[in-house]
């Protein structure tokens, strides 16, 4: 298990305490929220997934990510932000706790879908090389019937240093100094 401290936010393994809280941020930033029933399942199995909650100072859930393993491939299959503290370097930080978790799994690649019109998550992918791969014709449904291109993006080779470097120094602070403290427990 990974456990991430950066600037007063703290990244941690997500239990089935978060789920409402969960919930709660994916309704604020998905059109369809996964349910709490399919959130609980997820968490069973924690050999083939990871997920993550990030934690404002106050407690709050702040961001969540979430990460699938497929033979020795990794599939992200969620990452959100709660609005108020979007473009904090949160999304930055909780992408990059996955990545050491995939990295750690000795996965050889990685890859998401990314809602077309989604610029901001579609930078901060790029940063970490995700590259694009193809795009899945109205992948996402909203609950008013629109629909939504998703774009396909993958990390075919972890051991880029593009991709190493992004993950390494995800958190970096201005003055150069790491906001990130990893603390390993297995």
């Given at each position: 298990m990974i456990t991430v401290v950066a600037a007063q936010v703290l990244i941690r393994a997500m239990s089935a305490a978060d789920?409402?809280?969960?919930?709660?941020?994916?309704?604020?930033?998905?059109?369809?929220?996964?349910?709490?029933?399919?959130?609980?399942?997820?968490?069973?199995?924690?050999?083939?997934?990871?997920?993550?909650?990030?934690?404002?100072?106050?407690?709050?859930?702040v961001g969540h990510a979430a990460l699938v393993v497929l033979a020795d491939e990794g599939h992200v299959t969620s990452i959100a932000v709660d609005p108020a503290h979007q473009r904090s370097g949160i999304g930055s930080r909780i992408l990059a706790a996955l990545c050491r978790d995939a990295l750690a799994r000795g996965l050889s690649a990685l890859t998401l879908e990314v809602r077309a019109s989604n610029s901001a998550a579609i930078g901060l992918y790029r940063q970490f090389g995700f590259a694009p791969a193809g795009v899945r014709p109205r992948y996402y449904v909203d609950p008013d019937g629109l629909?939504?291109?998703?774009?396909?993006?993958?990390?075919?080779?972890?051991?880029?240093?593009?991709?190493?470097?992004a993950v390494e120094t995800a958190g970096v602070e201005a003055d150069g100094g790491f906001a990130d403290r990893t603390r390993r427990s297995f």
């Amino acid at each position: 298990m990974i456990t991430v401290v950066a600037a007063q936010v703290l990244i941690r393994a997500m239990s089935a305490a978060d789920v409402p809280a969960v919930r709660a941020l994916d309704a604020l930033v998905q059109p369809s929220p996964w349910s709490e029933e399919f959130l609980r399942e997820q968490l069973v199995d924690t050999a083939s997934r990871t997920l993550l909650v990030a934690e404002g100072p106050d407690g709050s859930q702040v961001g969540h990510a979430a990460l699938v393993v497929l033979a020795d491939e990794g599939h992200v299959t969620s990452i959100a932000v709660d609005p108020a503290h979007q473009r904090s370097g949160i999304g930055s930080r909780i992408l990059a706790a996955l990545c050491r978790d995939a990295l750690a799994r000795g996965l050889s690649a990685l890859t998401l879908e990314v809602r077309a019109s989604n610029s901001a998550a579609i930078g901060l992918y790029r940063q970490f090389g995700f590259a694009p791969a193809g795009v899945r014709p109205r992948y996402y449904v909203d609950p008013d019937g629109l629909t939504e291109d998703a774009l396909v993006l993958w990390i075919h080779d972890m051991s880029d240093p593009v991709f190493l470097l992004a993950v390494e120094t995800a958190g970096v602070e201005a003055d150069g100094g790491f906001a990130d403290r990893t603390r390993r427990s297995f």
